[in-house]
């Protein structure tokens, strides 16, 4: 467990190292997220306000985007290099390559948000709204769970030049209920007022998030240590 651990912060802390010191990638994630909120900024007519709900959905497409940017790049730091083996001769469980990853990925979509978050605010017209501790519990929930199924994912994609889009194209199926979650049960910190389902939705997204854990404990050794 000791070493499983110790491997999965040093796969966390070489992952963000290499993102976050050397910007391998990070500026692109943040500025195709920007881009989505300034284009759907445009969409409105001068001195209108977005509803509370269309700037969560626009806020969680900027946020799912990242996600599939950043798993795609985090996997590809390997792959490039050829260091895939290096990680799998590791003396601990190779599901502390997923874990690392996953934290890694969360940290990344964690440090875009809090640039999206304003951005939607200013740009659409936004504003805290009463509701903020249930958004917040949505934001790390939904969170939570686009972390461990794009780390799931992100090592599926990669491998084969034909796998190359497989991230994107499976992945956002998979996660139409954690965004439905974020918007419905988000809404509530921009303005609008609280769903009366807000915990439902709340109860929903930690469901998914125990599924897509699962999932990747169970899978990824399979994923991560089969034939390219």
Do not use: H
């Not at 194209?169 to 809404?187: D, E, H, Q």
């Amino acid at each position: 467990m000791m070493n499983a651990a110790r491997a999965a912060l040093a796969v966390t802390r070489k992952d963000l190292r290499l993102v976050l010191v050397r910007g391998a990638g990070l500026s692109q994630a943040l500025l195709l997220g920007l881009l989505l909120v300034f284009v759907f900024s445009l969409a409105q007519r001068t001195g209108e306000s977005m509803s509370g709900q269309g700037a969560a959905t626009v806020f969680w497409l900027a946020s799912a985007f990242c996600q599939t940017l950043a798993f795609n790049m985090l996997y590809g730091l390997e792959e490039s290099n050829g260091a895939r083996a290096g990680l799998l001769l590791m003396p601990a469980p190779v599901q502390a390559v997923w874990i690392g990853k996953a934290v890694a990925g969360l940290v990344i979509i964690l440090i875009a948000q809090a640039v999206f978050l304003p951005a939607a605010v200013v740009f659409l017209g936004q504003s805290v709204g009463g509701a903020w501790p249930e958004a917040l519990a949505a934001v790390l929930l939904v969170d939570v769970g686009m972390a461990a199924l794009g780390s799931l994912l992100g090592a599926l994609s990669q491998g084969q030049a034909a796998r190359e889009s497989l991230l994107s194209v499976v992945l956002f199926p998979l996660i139409v209920p954690l965004l439905l979650a974020g918007i419905r049960a988000g809404a509530g910190g921009l303005g609008e007022a609280a769903p009366a389902e807000a915990a439902s939705w709340i109860g929903l997204a930690a469901a998914f998030d125990a599924v897509f854990l699962a999932a990747g404990l169970i899978l990824f050794p399979f994923v991560f240590s089969g034939d390219e």
